[in-house]
């Protein structure tokens, strides 16, 4: 045998080899390419974990597959404990753009895993959209088919591929900081979607309790090293770290991420940190997130000590704040001191509960007579939500992932994002719930109701709300929000596969509404629909009274329409706003 | 300077010329000459927005004849049944209402007293159909004749549906103050009729 046909020889069975081993596990990786955003726009953090044998990789990314804008050479890590592990940040890209990466062994070449990615907007953006999931833990199988529907979610239109920009994550990612766990839920060779998803959609986010160990993290921390301003050492130790908070832009968003495993008690440096942070961020829209519920409707416990935030969530006009802990979905929130009932709640703002992402279910608790008060909407599923600013209104959808399986990967509905009849894998509506950042005008109008008329032919009740203008001029829209209401056409029509409560849940609605334990406040009104609502804000029906402003002095009707099937008493705040 | 023989809705054209301050009770009168002999339903109801008024229909007389009243047509049946005194209210239910076989005569006086106010805003009103489920209004577009909105600062506006005559303004307000004339000559129960001067 003469030496050419021996080399080739040799190399056939290598390539035999790797081919024996890319059938059997990822040959050469150990974990797949993933991404995180750690600013600034021009860049995007691409991780990976070799298998020990091909230590050093090359990455290479571009515009198209051809990879052809850049290239590095990427050694493994150095920081302590991140063995195999490799991380690169790749610059100087455009914002708001796509580009394709890909992964190799720097040696033979072989493809680790590939990716695409739309880069963060421009700094001065006034749109864009996300993600937002928690609560992954514990379940590959469920985890891999929600990364699978929310994939297929975004990949719907165009339009819907903005979601695939960015995710942020409430905690809980994996049921306990070790290795192992990451292993077998989180980077699981046989879940191919949940590695497709975070291949090609950087998640941000915070760390859960599964997380943390006696308020450290150490794997979490290798996993997912986002840009903590004070990470903080364990004494003794190398790689576990706590004081794991931070905060990111977004476009025009602030996201803050708070520990709630280290100190944030006032005066702490977390503390301090987090008052410096919300106080100078120039962001319009700004969500604060964190891991354990203040306000939630269960069944795991709130924060108690999480509410002691609530005060700087209004006094830095924190638009809402995004947990997760409990399995569920769910929105609370009061509006009103009566509502609030002596409880800390920051009044108007938004509690939202997304804890569906992955994790066993729980059912919520509807009643505001427990433990758990202020609850408006809750619903049991597995859930994601979706964010959509778009200048001075932010649109936020709940939806529930049907026929989740946590023993099978389940396929797409044939109807997607529809459902086929079948156990197939499709999206509904839990809840739609609308911010804007309009004015509010009402100290200076005069709101009065006449003509209130029940119709026995329509079974409409329709009136008249007159707004007579008593101080300057106000110009653009003009809007009008009935406090006191719930805006039932946000309600979605999801299932209630995943209740377990006997029977089963049929509203989303809890009773008495926003109200704390023991309140006589009555709570929302949750049955009364203003059929000709033009809108709502912050889950309350609104209507336009004007689209070319109103002058001082002057007085605009907008007539009511609504169907209200039980003739309870309509009772609501008109309170009026300039777009 | 002629006249036509006219026959007006005197006394809501009074309290509507007097403005709108609230004052209890308010005293109607709705014509219905074209209705003479027709039988149908009328119907009243009270809604409220924001904790309303209660509201009783008291010293209701007419020349038609009532018939029987309906109970399963209504949302939330007011207490007491006609002539009697009929109270529109409730603490938890936004409408309360009153549906009652009539023939129609000429007129129906009432009087509208609103009491229990506390806040928010009402309106009464008064409608005629000619079915017991209101499906087929009796004179307007809706079968609302007589609207009476009481207001959170205590105003109250109303409006009546009957036509206004063809004689000019300044005829309508001759025939009104001629109309206060006769009211006080009136006997309770007894409508006015005026009739023009002619030339």
Known sequence: MNSKTKKSLQSLGLVAAFSLLGTTAFAGVLKKPYLIYEMPNTTMTVLWQDNAVETTNTISWGTDTSYALGSATVPEETRPGTVNQHKYKITGLAPNTRYYYQVADSGSGLVYGTGSFITAPEENATSVKFIGQGDSRSQPFALNNLMKTVKAFSAQSPDFAEYQRLTIANGDWVSTDGESYWTSEWFVPAMTDIAAYTASTPMDGVKGNHDNSSGYSTTFTKYWPFPYPNATLKAGSAATYNNLYWSMDYGPVHVTYVDEYSSYAPGSAQYNWLVSDLANTTKPWKILVYHEPSYSSGKDADNVAARALEPLVTQYNVDLIFAGHSHNYARTGAYTAAQANGDQIALNVPHFTSGGGGAPIYQPDYSNAGNFPHVITAWPAYQFMTFDVNGKNLTMNAYQVNNVSNSAITPLSSSFPAADGAATLSVSLIEQVALHHFTNVAAQITATTSNFVYNRATKLYTGNLTLTNNGPALSGKIDVVLDGMVHLQGIGSADNEYSTASPKVTSKIANKPATGKGSSDPGLLANVTLTNATGSNNGEPMIQASSTGLAKGASVTVALSFSNPTNIEIKFNPVTYQE | ?199
């Open chain 2, 1 to 199: 300077m002629k006249f036509k023989a006219i026959k007006l809705f005197t006394a809501s054209l009074v309290l509507l010329a007097a403005g709108s301050a609230y004052a209890t009770p308010i005293h109607e009168t709705l014509y219905t000459p074209t209705l003479n002999g027709t039988a149908g339903y009328i119907y009243l109801q009270n809604g409220t927005i924001n904790n309303g008024a209660t509201v009783k229909v008291e010293n209701f007389t007419t020349d038609g004849t009532l018939g029987a009243v309906d109970t399963v047509n209504v949302l939330n049946l007011a207490s007491g049944t006609l002539p009697g005194t009929v109270t529109f209210g409730s603490a938890t239910k936004d409408v309360t209402d009153y549906n009652q076989a009539i023939t129609f005569g000429n007129w129906i006086n009432f009087d509208l007293d609103y009491s229990a106010f506390t806040q928010g805003s009402s309106t009464f009103t008064f409608s005629f159909f000619s079915d017991i489920q209101g499906l087929a209004p009796l004179l307007t577009y809706n079968g609302a004749v007589f609207m009476s909105d009481l207001n959170s600062d205590n105003s109250v506006t109303s409006s009546n549906a009957a036509p206004v005559p063809e004689p000019s303004t300044m005829l309508l307000l001759c025939a009104g103050l001629v109309g206060i004339f006769a009211v006080k000559l009136r006997r309770k129960g007894t409508p006015v009729e005026v009739v023009g001067l002619t030339a």
